[in-house]
Nanobody
Framework: QVQLVESGGGSVQPGGSLRLSCAASGINLNYESVAWFRQAPGKGRAGVLCINAAGGSEYYAGSVQGRFTVSRDSGKNTVYLQMNNLQPEDTAVYYC???????????????????WGQGTQVAVSS
C-alpha cells in the first residue's frame, strides 16, 4: 500500500521560508517522478514543481522560479520542497504526488499521478 505524508506547512510572514516534506512508504521515490501541486482557496489544483527519477526538475508555476526548489533524500525516501521568500499568493494547500507511467519525465498534470498525500496548509500573511 502506497502512502505519501506531507509535513512542514504552517503560517509565515511575507519573505519567510518553509520546507515541506513528502515521505513515502510502499513505493521507492528514488525511481519515481514526484510533483508538488497546490490548491489556493476557491481555485483548482495546479502544478508547482516536479523532480523526475533522474533528478531533473521542471517548474509549472512561473511565479516560484528563483524562490522554490525541489530535492530528494534517497536514504529517507523523502522529497522536499524548499520555499523561500514566500508571498501571500503562495497561500494554498500543498500536495505531493507520484506514480506516473514515465518516471523519467516530469509532469504538472494532476491526472497523470496515481498517488497523493493528504496535503499540508501554507499560509502567508502579515
Amino acid at each position: 500500500q502506497v502512502q505519501l505524508v506531507e509535513s512542514g506547512g504552517g503560517s509565515v510572514q511575507p519573505g519567510g521560508s518553509l520546507r515541506l516534506s513528502c515521505a513515502a512508504s510502499g513505493i521507492n521515490l528514488n525511481y519515481e517522478s514526484v510533483a508538488w501541486f497546490r490548491q489556493a482557496p476557491g481555485k483548482g489544483r495546479a502544478g508547482v514543481l516536479c523532480i523526475n527519477a533522474a533528478g531533473g526538475s521542471e517548474y509549472y508555476a512561473g511565479s516560484v522560479q528563483g524562490r522554490f526548489t525541489v530535492s530528494r533524500d534517497s536514504g529517507k525516501n523523502t522529497v522536499y520542497l524548499q520555499m523561500n521568500n514566500l508571498q501571500p499568493e503562495d497561500t494554498a494547500v500543498y500536495y505531493c504526488a507520484t506514480g506516473t507511467p514515465m518516471p523519467y519525465y516530469c509532469s504538472g498534470t494532476a491526472g497523470q499521478f496515481d498517488y497523493w498525500g493528504q496535503g499540508t496548509q501554507v499560509a502567508v500573511s502579515s
